[in-house]
């Protein structure tokens, strides 16, 4: 059963302290997408890239954030320095890609996030 | 994307149907309608997809109606499982973006 893995499931740490999340899609999936969950906000695009290039980062705060595909079954968000308000479950997804639809986007469990 | 409107709650019996509502007035003619949930702790889970035409699959069935306005997500016979926040989105690209929902309570 093809799942989309996230680790670490759970990151506590401290404000300033640089946090590093990892994705890996399902194989064959061309698209990756990286989601924020919050109470106050929802769910929220941060970024996608296809066939590994990053198509769209518009939902990332460009400041401290990054997101990179070091190769097709790797997706990394990097927060440095990590900030209180960032605290959120992130959510990576993957999809194969559409021709003349989009497809269905398949989920991670999320990384929940605490910034102390 | 088409901005989408949707009850924030429902109330459903176990084993009855639920009929999950969304408005997409202003959905443009070649943007899709999709239906995702999201069952507590979990990531988002996809049910279904239409364009114009009704759709079934094992899990739902989407009607549309004719002029695309607003769509039904229906689950047949709901379970306790089905307990979840059902969110209706409207996409033209690979950028979802998903509203509040509707969060489903299935009663026994």
């Given at each position: 059963?093809?799942?989309?893995?996230?680790?670490?499931?759970h990151k506590v740490t401290e404000m300033g302290q640089e946090v590093t999340m990892r994705c890996q899609p399902i194989l064959g999936h061309n698209t990756v997408f990286w989601y924020?969950?919050?109470?106050?906000?929802?769910?929220?695009?941060?970024?996608?890239?296809?066939?590994?290039?990053?198509?769209?980062?518009?939902?990332?705060?460009?400041?401290?954030?990054?997101?990179?595909?070091?190769?097709?079954?790797?997706?990394?968000?990097?927060?440095?320095?990590s900030e209180p308000r960032d605290s959120a479950v992130y959510f990576c997804a993957s999809g194969p890609e559409g021709q003349a639809t989009y497809n269905e986007q398949f989920f991670?469990?999320?990384?929940?996030?605490?910034?102390? | 994307?088409?901005?989408?409107?949707?009850?924030?709650?429902?109330?459903?019996?176990?084993?009855?149907?639920?009929?999950?509502?969304?408005?997409?007035?202003?959905?443009?003619?070649?943007?899709?309608?999709?239906?995702?949930?999201?069952?507590?702790?979990?990531?988002?889970?996809?049910?279904?997809?239409?364009?114009?035409?009704?759709?079934?699959?094992?899990?739902?069935?989407?009607?549309?109606?004719?002029?695309?306005?607003?769509?039904?997500?229906?689950?047949?016979?709901?379970?306790?499982?089905?307990?979840?926040?059902?969110?209706?989105?409207?996409?033209?690209?690979?950028?979802?973006?998903?509203?509040?929902?509707?969060?489903?309570?299935?009663?026994?």
């Open positions: 059963d093809a799942r989309v893995t996230q680790t670490p499931r924020r969950q919050t109470m106050m906000q929802g769910l929220e695009l941060l970024a996608y890239f296809r066939n590994r290039a990053p198509l769209d980062d518009s939902g990332m705060p460009k400041d401290r954030f990054s997101a990179e595909m070091p190769d097709a079954t790797l997706a990394t968000l990097k927060i440095q320095p991670g469990p999320g990384t929940r996030l605490t910034v102390l | 994307d088409a901005k989408t409107t949707q009850p924030p709650s429902m109330d459903c019996a176990e084993g009855r149907a639920a009929n999950l509502p969304c408005n997409h007035s202003t959905i443009s003619g070649n943007e899709y309608v999709y239906w995702y949930r999201q069952i507590h702790s979990q990531g988002p889970q996809y049910i279904i997809h239409g364009l114009k035409n009704n759709e079934t699959n094992e899990m739902a069935s989407l009607i549309i109606t004719e002029d695309r306005k607003s769509s039904t997500l229906i689950l047949p016979h709901a379970t306790l499982r089905d307990t979840a926040v059902y969110y209706c989105i409207v996409r033209v690209n690979n950028d979802m973006r998903f509203g509040a929902g509707t969060r489903l309570t299935v009663k026994p």
